[in-house]
């Protein structure tokens, strides 16, 4: 499935974040948080994917774009059909879940009796909407665009105060589909140009905010020891010197850290920095044989780290 900058981005922060840094709990919560999404996502692609549509349809998942303000939406899930476009926002949140409509008012209450507030997640969607439909009549598609929360958490329970809200349970999502099928009227549109003209305007959001240097961790962690420990080198081998493994990998995966937090490109004295070699013969030698592409000459040369440097572990 499509994974976002920003996650990628907190995926690699919270191993490589100081644990004494100020801000180190709010990261973990906020990897927490998305990774509960995520975990909704999976749910909701598989109940899709076992959903007879009627008729021609599409799905994007974690759909990206920038509007023509200059705002962006990240929309969880699109499902495009002939008869209707459909907007799912998908919510994992565990609790007991509140609404105040009048005021538009989206709470939460833990298990532990707190409430906390939330974003509205039926604003969120209906923003979504309006930019669809907007953007769709500009292009002259005349298509109904609807959208749905869904709760992908079995254990969260729905307040009454939710009734009559566009809110649903992810295992009531096929017949929410079939009551659209029967509801609206099969059109004369393009799927094909609808989606094209959708990848059109999609791109990569990217990451909202981003750490300074100096909060990043040095290193090439070990993975076992759940980046707690530094590896060193020896005779082509990463070394932790707490639990003993020994990995030649282990540094495309530094290095796929370092492109997402720091940046794609490197320089020799950067390299030996970050993974802790001194010699930089040895960083010559390592970089030589990590083959990246090499650019800038002299004291100017720097090398750039490929997006898809973890898929050369070999
Ligand atoms: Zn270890």
């Known amino acids: 499935m499509y994974r976002s900058e920003n996650l990628m981005y907190l995926v690699a922060l919270v191993s490589r974040l100081q644990t004494n840094d100020e801000e180190f709990t709010s990261i973990q919560e906020a990897y927490y948080r998305i990774n509960a999404g995520i975990a909704g996502e999976v749910k909701m692609k598989r109940t899709l994917e076992d959903y007879h549509f009627i008729g021609p349809y599409k799905i994007f998942y974690n759909f990206e774009c920038v509007n023509e303000k200059g705002f962006s939406h990240q929309i969880d899930a699109l499902i495009i059909t002939t008869r209707f476009l459909l907007v799912v926002e998908v919510k994992q949140i565990s609790g007991t879940l509140f609404y105040k409509p009048t ?3 989206f709470a939460r209450q833990t298990e532990e009796g707190i409430i ?3 974003p509205n997640p039926f604003d969120q969607a209906y923003r979504h909407k309006l930019f669809l439909s907007h953007l769709l009549s500009k292009c002259g598609i005349q298509l109904s665009v609807l959208y749905i929360v ?7 329970k729905l307040d009454s105060s939710l009734d009559g809200s566009p809110i649903i349970y992810l295992s009531g999502l096929p017949n929410f589909l079939e009551k659209l099928y029967a509801k609206y009227a099969e059109t004369t549109v393009d799927l094909d140009q609808l989606e094209s003209k959708l990848l059109a305007i999609s791109c990569r959001l990217p990451v909202r905010r981003k750490i300074e240097r100096d909060r990043i961790r040095d290193g090439v962690l070990c993975e076992k020891c759940e980046f707690q420990h530094v590896l060193y080198y020896h005779h082509g081998l990463w070394i932790c010197p707490h639990c003993g493994e020994k990995s030649k990998e282990a540094i495309f995966l530094a290095l796929h ?3 997402v937090l720091i940046g794609d ?3 020799n004295r950067e390299l030996r920095a970050f993974v802790g070699i001194d010699c930089k013969a040895v960083a010559s030698k390592l970089l030589k044989r990590l083959n990246f592409e090499q650019f800038g000459k002299g004291r100017g040369v720097y090398y750039l780290i490929p997006e898809d440097v973890l898929e050369q572990v070999r």
């Not at 869904?150 to 969260?156: Q, W």
């Open 103 to 105: 005021f538009h008012e």
């Open 116 to 118: 906390e507030n939330f």
């Open 150 to 156: 869904v709760n992908a958490n079995i254990r969260t």
């Open 257 to 259: 850290q370092y492109r």
């Open 265 to 267: 490109r490197i320089t």
